[in-house]
């Protein structure tokens, strides 16, 4: 069998790696090849964001080398493919002649998820492009500042407690539900406590303000981010599902953002002026 998996992030590295080892488990062992055609000039994928500090690099690369090392496994970098040309008889290669009896599409997903706000795109950065930024970009970006993260994920915790690495003056995460609702592990909840990051639930931003320098300054140049000037967030009651565990408490360790108890209060609106 010949199977061809496009991406080589952790997806398409998984399932490489199922496939070739439970054949190799096989007895007697099926014949199987799989190719892995990545876009990028390197294995990883989104899992090259995520932090240093929580998954060091060595024991990243020493996972992807156990896997693209694998006897019945090749990569193939800078390598743009498409199913319909995979399962084509054009798509032979030196490593797996001939077409392809499976292909798994393991592309990953590119295009982010939007708040619908207006003027998003100008003035809210997402996470994905701040998780890939050097180290030195995000902390221009972040120095000094006060950051305001909108979700309360694995991906939002691995920006908040990059952003207060990078020295960032506060950093809040902003959440529609509460803080034991957050789709994380108690490892995670522990992190943001660790690095000071405060926490305010049953929240949504609904505004972005334009950023505009104080009087008598001149505008800095333009950094590798988008900017604001401001937001507006608005306060929503909880679920129905949720009231019976969603804590209305400040939870340990995080102060609730600029003091603002997590208690629900349908429809009001506030400033935060200097985020």
Known sequence: RRVAVIGAGAAGLSAAAAIAMSAAEEVPPLPVHVSIFERGGAEGGALLTIPR???PRAVLQSDMAAIVQHPNISLHLNSSASPAS????????????????????????????RLGIDREQERCAHALAFLSASPEQQEDACRGEHVVVVGAGPVAVDCACV???RGAASVTVLYRRGWGDMPVQQLERRHLQEHGVDFVGHSILVAAHEHTPPAGTAAAPPGPFPRCGGIRVQR???LDHQSAH????TPPGASGGRGAPLRPLR???HEWSDV
């Open 53 to 55: 500090h929580r998954l």
């Open 86 to 113: 995979l399962l084509a008889s054009s798509a032979a290669s030196a490593a797996s002649p001939g077409p392809f009896d499976l292909v798994v599409v393991a592309a990953g997903l590119h295009s982010p998820a």
């Open 163 to 165: 952003a207060k690495r």
């Open 236 to 238: 929503v009651a909880p």
């Open 246 to 249: 969603t804590p209305n408490a």
């Open 267 to 269: 429809g009001s609106e």
